[in-house]
């Protein structure tokens, strides 16, 4: 058997290997020429954007995050600060890894396709592959740090639910809390990273559609200009967008996921150790679950250590993986059938992953419960990226009829789209469901909790695979700002073509994992609700309780869970939408004022729509952050715990729809306008043209704003939940 030390070094040293070859890909990168002074100068302008917006959001987030450590501070522990610091910050510095990777990438591959396009691709694909191997290694690496430097909270010989006197609360209560401090560091360190992704997501997503949209608006529509032609005053601010939106938002969302799939299994295991450990009778239900993993009561040290690394080792064997996926990509000499290669390099890494999960159970004290969950947690997302593909593609029938539709007008071609994303929530839904029923019967909840870890254990190369495509339409439109010759836009857009697909694949994929992790984050709140060792059994929820006040604060909080999610997508719609209407007031101002703009004698101010953009993202990030976090707390302390527990289950329901709806409407509105702009039903100029053109500005914000953003809010009010669920009353306040 291995040894402890062995068991945490092992996803140290395969998290290192993660961030090594980010290092190397980047210098890679960096070593390819730049092209001509026009490309370095966009290039450089889309650069400049990217950092001056996160920067100032770092600026803004240091007092979110020390204000909050603080609190954590003086409501708890110094170790559980610490933790929700150190997860903050791995956070941020993962998006600034994959922004600067991306920002590096962009006018290198618009080089390289003037000449190569294999050798475009590989410099597309290797800065995205910066980006999965930071997401990746950083996430796993942050955590092994934390549980090395905090091990003695997780020291078995001294486990326990400890009972602390908090200041206020505890005679608000009428009680000491009752927590376990290690379940607490791990959840901080979650929380951090939510909380990152969440500032990455909103801000990044107002950002980049509201540029997208005033763009798009005045500058195509109104002027008839081109894709990213550089007389649009807007065109650079578009192309920031997509690194601060699609690669730094992208990249904090899942990793924020990566980490709760992983501690949500340890929270319920650290729970598991101290109920089991009890003297008398153990609650059968806590029998029944260990026995599913082939365990029983009395676990040993070896058998709790196991229990606590198995996670961690198996994605840490997913990162490996996708290391393996990510070089085949790159070592692929073939120009045709890209698309093929890229998806390729995914199923080799999802293949291997569930090869190296089966030997780790297989060679632990556990059965092969936590195998099984892991591969349906696996086949589950990549269905529901098929299907996302499916529904957003040219390549199929929903978007091609959409693009009909177009030809008919322009709220005939939205309300086409918008039915197929709302029919676009069946199958996944199906599946979701199916899998739910899967892991819950081979392992209760704790085998959700492995089947969310299967969906993220190769993260690291969904996340290269879907941080190419904003680099590649980068490098388009950099390609049309320098005035490059006809053959190499042809060539970007062949490898923009090629990212739209694995993009919404990586959407469908990102939605999936988001649902079934914040499930697990939820199962781990259930457990953190338990007051007493004693008291530890598998958690139940009484929705028809014939206690006063329980089952009637549920059936209200799941009310109010699922209404959250539209609040939330309001206010991002509303700050995209004013962001956007001041942007297009300002292009138009621009071109009535120099009129040498569309003449191409005067260069447009780009520079000023720039900070239009940050301004509107950073501003209208706040008021959605702070109701993700306080919502929970206010329901918690209101309604109580076990009603805290209906209104995520709400939340989560809402979420996954809404969010899946969003995506795809959009994704399926902006590719059916790129499928008119081919040729079909009369091609770019067009009436369908114009029309898809504003069903693609409506779908801007969903799918790129809404429906990510709606992934982090049901984990991160789960995991807010977890972090707090100690100070909450059992009963509603009212009763």
């Not at 936590?370 to 593909?389: M, N, R």
């Not at 007031?585 to 569309?598: A, C, H, S």
Request: aromatic share 8%; hydrophobic share 50%.
């Amino acid at each position: 058997m291995l040894s402890t030390y062995d068991l945490s070094l092992v996803p140290g040293i395969v998290a290192a290997l993660g961030l090594v070859l980010a290092w190397y890909l980047v210098r890679y990168v960096t070593k390819q020429d730049q092209g001509t002074e026009e490309i370095k100068d966009l290039q450089g302008y889309i650069r400049e954007g990217a950092w001056t917006f996160m920067s100032e959001e770092v600026r803004i987030f240091a007092v979110v995050m020390l204000a909050i450590a603080g609190l954590l501070w003086g409501l708890f522990y110094w170790e559980v600060a610490i933790a929700f610091i150190i997860g903050a910050v791995l956070s941020m510095t993962a998006a600034f890894i994959g922004m600067n990777s991306a920002t590096l990438s962009n006018g290198r591959t618009t080089n390289a396709a003037r000449n190569n396009f294999q050798k475009a691709l590989n410099i597309a694909i290797s800065g995205g592959a910066v980006m999965g191997l930071a997401v990746a290694g950083l996430a796993l690496g942050g955590l092994v740090l934390v549980i090395t430097i905090f091990r003695g909270s997780f020291n078995p010989a001294t486990l326990q639910i400890q009972t602390k006197s908090i200041p206020v609360i505890s005679q608000l209560l009428g009680r000491d809390v009752n927590l376990i401090k290690g379940a607490l560091i791990v959840s901080a360190y979650s929380m951090g990273a939510s909380l990152v992704a969440l500032f990455d997501r909103v801000g990044g997503g107002i950002y980049t559609k509201a540029a997208d949209m005033g763009a798009d608006l005045v500058g195509k529509v109104e002027q008839g200009l081109p894709e990213d032609d550089p007389r649009n005053p807007a065109s650079v601010a578009d192309n920031v967008g997509d690194n601060v939106g699609d690669v730094g938002g992208l990249g904090a969302d899942l990793l924020e996921s990566f980490i709760g799939s992983i501690i949500s299994v340890i929270i319920i295991m650290l729970y598991v150790f101290v109920g089991q450990g009890v003297e008398g009778t153990v609650a059968p239900s806590l029998q029944r679950m260990l026995g599913n993993f082939g365990l029983s009561v009395g676990l040993s040290t070896s058998q709790y250590w196991w229990s606590i690394f198995a996670p961690m080792l198996i994605v840490a064997a997913g990162i490996f993986s996708s290391i393996i996926g990510v070089q085949y990509i790159r070592m692929s000499n073939r120009e045709e059938g890209m698309q093929t290669t890229l998806m390729n390099g995914t199923r080799i890494a999802a293949l291997l992953t569930a090869v190296f999960a089966f030997v780790i159970t297989w060679i632990s004290p556990m059965n092969f419960a936590p195998f099984w969950a892991v591969l349906t947690g696996a086949l589950v997302g990549i269905v529901i990226g098929y299907i996302s593909e499916y529904y957003t593609s040219a390549e199929y029938n929903p978007v091609q009829r959409i693009a009909e539709m177009n030809d008919s007008g322009t709220a005939v071609g939205i309300t086409s789209g918008m039915a197929v994303g709302m029919l676009s929530t069946f199958i996944p839904a199906l599946a979701i469901a199916l899998a739910v029923m899967i892991t819950y019967w081979l392992a209760g909840l704790m085998g959700v909790a492995y089947g969310a870890l299967g969906m993220l254990s190769f993260v690291a190369i969904t996340v290269s695979v879907d941080t190419y495509g904003p680099i590649a339409d980068n490098a388009g439109g950099i390609a049309e700002g320098a005035g490059l010759d006809e053959s190499v836009r042809e060539r970007t857009d062949k490898l923009d073509s090629i990212g739209n697909t694995t993009a919404a694949i990586g959407k469908g994929f990102a939605i999936g994992s988001a649902a079934f992790s914040a499930l697990a984050l939820i199962a781990a709140y259930m457990w953190s609700a338990i007051g007493t060792a004693e008291a530890v059994k598998v958690p139940t929820i009484e929705i028809l309780s014939s206690e006063p006040g329980i089952g009637g604060s549920v059936v209200a909080a799941l009310f109010l869970g699922a209404m959250i999610p539209y609040v939330f997508s309001s206010l991002l719609i509303r700050g995209v939408s004013d962001t956007a209407g001041t942007m297009v007031r300002e292009v138009r101002r621009q071109f009535e004022e120099m009129p040498g703009i569309l003449k191409g004698e005067t260069k447009p101010d780009y520079n000023k729509c720039i900070s239009i953009t940050s301004a509107g993202g950073l501003r209208r990030m706040v008021v959605p952050s702070l109701l993700a976090v306080f919502m929970p707390i206010i329901v918690g302390l209101v309604l109580g715990r076990l009603a805290l527990a209906g209104f995520l289950i709400g939340a989560l329901l809402s979420c996954l729809q809404l969010a899946i709806y969003c995506a795809n409407t959009g994704g399926a509105l902006d590719n059916a306008k790129k499928f008119i702009e081919e040729g079909n039903f009369g091609g770019k100029n067009s009436e369908a043209h114009d029309a898809s053109v504003v069903g693609d500005t409506v779908g801007d914000p969903l799918k790129d704003t809404v429906g990510p953003s709606l992934d982090i809010l049901a984990k991160l009010m789960s995991v807010v939940s977890i972090l707090f669920a100690s100070l909450f009353p059992v009963y509603p306040i009212i009763f």
